[in-house]
């Protein structure tokens, strides 16, 4: 694990910690609204997480372009890949 200093935020906690820290840092990066989570994967370096964004909302909803992002962070909950 790595060192983080006291400021940092804690580590993600397990899988829903490491969904909902996926969701938020991608929405921030994206500025499009996250949907919901498809899958969370633990490997050895940390979190990969597969999140559902909302790329171009439309009327009907069903006619809406979403998308799939797979974010990876580390142990701690920090952003390595998306």
């Not at 820290?21 to 050895?44: F, I, W, Y």
């Not at 009907?60 to 990876?72: G, H, K, L, R, W």
Request: glycine share 10%.
């Amino acid at each position: 694990m790595s060192e983080r200093g006291s400021s940092g935020p804690p580590p993600a906690r397990g899988p829903s910690g490491a969904a909902r820290r996926a969701c938020r840092r991608l929405e921030k990066l994206t500025g499009h609204p996250v949907d919901g989570v498809s899958a969370v994967h633990r490997d050895k370096d940390g979190w990969r997480v597969c999140v559902d964004v909302v790329e171009v909302p439309r009327i009907p909803d069903t006619t809406s372009q979403m998308a799939i992002y797979e974010v990876e962070l580390d142990e701690d909950g920090r952003l390595r890949q998306c």
